[in-house]
């Protein structure tokens, strides 16, 4: 048996593979991080951080309640006053979908029933968001991000 000996060429093999894996990987994971980023919730910041306090006074003095939850292949919406009454918006524009990326969301067609908004709604099991846009009949916006899990 002859004796092989360790050369620079192998040296150089070893450091290029080792190095090569982890550049292929951190490649791999920063691609998938930027291909699933949801994006920007606000344009400008500033801006929005501005005009925060009077749309929360605004949305605040509404009064209204939201509660959701999914059953039986429908999503169902409760918008209550603070008397406890159903709230028939003027507008909504609601997206269902997960907190960490948007291929599974879903903007489903409410309909409201008289007590609340109902939408028929296939979910897989787990956690979901509800962001909700509304505008109360005086023209006041109302938004909310409802956080809601799907039993399965």
Known sequence: MTERKFTGRHALMVFVGAFGVIIA????????????FPGLEVKNSYVASQEFNERRAAQESLGWTVGVKHTGGLVIMAITDADGAPVRAAKIDATIGRATERKSDVTPEFAFDGAAY???????????????????????????????????
């Open 25 to 36: 990987v951190n490649l791999a994971l920063a691609y998938n991080a930027i291909s699933t």
């Open 118 to 152: 109902v939408a028929p709604v296939e979910l897989r099991p787990g956690k979901w968001d509800l962001r909700l846009k509304a505008v109360a009949g005086n023209g006041t916006g109302f938004t909310q991000r409802l956080v809601f899990f799907v039993e399965g």
